[in-house]
């Protein structure tokens, strides 16, 4: 194990429309880590971001078969201090110290904006608190959309066209897509994931409903073309310098698009095929792409690399990748890693004793 039992402090919840998701990974990240013998502490955070100290076993269990949510008066709300000597939980309501026992690091399982776009891992370092997955710089860079593809473009990485639709209405988005790839096309807001807000949009007629989804969620919004592809996914574990990559799995949705309906109803006609059946040569190039993008990004511990391989040219086409991966039943992240031989509780494991080392190094370099 991560050397010995250890204190954990487990995140769940959040600001995004991935809340629901996170409270669902959640459940099977505490599951993982009492196995491995540790000892979690959850702390649910709401949709308005107030952290909350209680007990959240039923809602846990209930995220199992339900998309809930931490309710905004559940618990007593709670926050992180540092007195220049350690970091503590303290009540808001009195000051009072939290009465749990003082973690040793950090698993915030918190998907989209507020926790995986590196506002909480900043808070976390200001606190010098360890914690699970890349850090402040690479997570925001990754959680990003049009940042991750302009770094992929600058690494000369060949993805999908695309175009910032931000600051364009509808007509003015219809002229740039008939000048650079017409339609079918998918609009996403630039910061979420779990398909959350994303549209995929066949008619111009569909376009100013699908721009004002997008922008339900995020003001930046990115427009990509669409392709006939496959949908393929790596699992990534490791450090800044050597990082390990999972055998790869495919999505098979028969109508095209994996939305989050269809990943989180139970209703979904989608398949989930682990390994995928890839070509050696194909596979090798998305490793080294995959590659190439962790070491760019300054990425940390895990993320989950998607791509496309387009049916007519076999070409592999970066897509995005996710530093905060779901870790949900269905969730590709931990079925990729199964496949690998690595089952839940080493996986976490794996991920703490990351976390602990990179902190250590953090220390010595400090000092």
């Given at each position: 194990?991560?050397?010995?039992?250890?204190?954990?402090?487990?995140?769940?919840?959040?600001?995004?429309?991935?809340?629901?998701?996170?409270?669902?990974?959640?459940?099977?990240?505490?599951?993982?880590?009492?196995?491995?013998?540790?000892?979690?502490?959850?702390?649910?955070?709401?949709?308005?971001?107030?952290?909350?100290?209680?007990?959240?076993?039923?809602?846990?269990?209930?995220?199992?078969?339900?998309?809930?949510?931490?309710?905004?008066?559940?618990?007593?709300?709670?926050?992180?201090?540092?007195?220049?000597?350690?970091?503590?939980?303290?009540?808001?309501?009195?000051?009072?110290?939290?009465?749990?026992?003082?973690?040793?690091?950090?698993?915030?399982?918190?998907h989209g904006?507020?926790?995986?776009?590196?506002?909480?891992?900043?808070?976390?370092?200001?606190?010098?608190?360890?914690?699970?997955?890349?850090?402040?710089?690479?997570?925001?860079?990754?959680?990003?959309?049009?940042?991750?593809?302009?770094?992929?473009?600058?690494?000369?990485?060949?993805?999908v066209q695309?175009?910032?639709?931000?600051?364009?209405?509808?007509?003015?988005?219809?002229?740039?897509?008939?000048?650079?790839?017409?339609?079918?096309?998918?609009?996403?807001?630039?910061?979420?994931?779990?398909?959350?807000?994303?549209?995929?949009?066949?008619?111009?007629?569909d376009l100013?409903?699908?721009?004002?989804?997008?922008?339900?969620?995020?003001?930046?919004?990115?427009?990509?073309?669409?392709?006939?592809?496959?949908?393929?996914?790596?699992?990534?574990?490791?450090?800044?310098?050597?990082?390990?990559?999972?055998?790869?799995?495919?999505?098979?949705?028969?109508?095209?698009?994996?939305?989050?309906?269809?990943?989180?109803?139970?209703?979904?006609?989608?398949?989930?095929?682990?390994?995928?059946?890839?070509?050696?040569?194909?596979?090798?190039?998305?490793?080294?792409?995959?590659?190439?993008?962790?070491?760019?990004?300054?990425?940390?511990?895990?993320?989950?690399?998607?791509?496309?391989?387009?049916?007519?040219?076999?070409?592999?086409?970066?897509?995005?990748?996710?530093?905060?991966?779901?870790?949900?039943?269905?969730?590709?992240?931990?079925?990729?890693?199964?496949?690998?031989?690595?089952?839940?509780?080493?996986?976490?494991?794996?991920?703490?004793?990351?976390?602990?080392?990179?902190?250590?190094?953090?220390?010595?370099?400090?000092?």
């Amino acid at each position: 194990m991560a050397g010995g039992s250890l204190n954990v402090l487990l995140l769940a919840g959040g600001p995004s429309g991935e809340h629901p998701v996170s409270l669902r990974s959640a459940r099977a990240v505490r599951e993982s880590l009492l196995a491995a013998g540790h000892a979690v502490t959850v702390l649910g955070v709401t949709g308005s971001g107030a952290w909350k100290a209680g007990d959240f076993d039923d809602l846990l269990e209930r995220a199992a078969t339900e998309l809930v949510n931490v309710d905004e008066q559940a618990g007593r709300a709670v926050s992180l201090a540092w007195d220049g000597t350690r970091s503590r939980l303290l009540y808001l309501d009195d000051g009072s110290s939290v009465d749990i026992a003082r973690p040793d690091l950090v698993f915030p399982v918190l998907h989209g904006p507020g926790g995986e776009d590196g506002s909480l891992q900043g808070l976390l370092d200001c606190n010098h608190l360890p914690y699970v997955g890349s850090g402040c710089a690479a997570s925001a860079l990754c959680m990003d959309k049009l940042l991750t593809k302009q770094l992929a473009a600058a690494a000369g990485i060949a993805q999908v066209q695309f175009f910032d639709a931000s600051g364009l209405d509808a007509d003015e988005t219809a002229a740039r897509l008939d000048q650079a790839f017409g339609y079918p096309c998918f609009v996403k807001p630039a910061n979420l994931g779990s398909s959350v807000g994303i549209s995929r949009v066949a008619l111009g007629d569909d376009l100013q409903a699908a721009l004002d989804e997008a922008r339900r969620w995020d003001q930046r919004v990115i427009v990509e073309q669409g392709t006939d592809a496959r949908e393929i996914e790596l699992a990534m574990l490791g450090d800044w310098s050597q990082v390990a990559i999972s055998p790869p799995g495919e999505i098979v949705s028969p109508g095209g698009f994996y939305d989050f309906e269809q990943k989180y109803s139970g209703s979904s006609d989608t398949t989930l095929l682990v390994p995928a059946d890839l070509e050696d040569d194909t596979l090798a190039e998305m490793e080294d792409i995959a590659r190439r993008f962790w070491s760019a990004a300054g990425c940390h511990g895990l993320c989950r690399a998607d791509f496309f391989v387009e049916k007519s040219t076999q070409r592999v086409l970066f897509n995005e990748v996710n530093t905060m991966p779901g870790f949900t039943p269905i969730s590709m992240y931990p079925r990729l890693w199964a496949e690998a031989g690595i089952q839940s509780a080493e996986l976490v494991d794996s991920l703490l004793r990351i976390a602990l080392e990179r902190a250590e190094l953090s220390s010595a370099t400090r000092a």
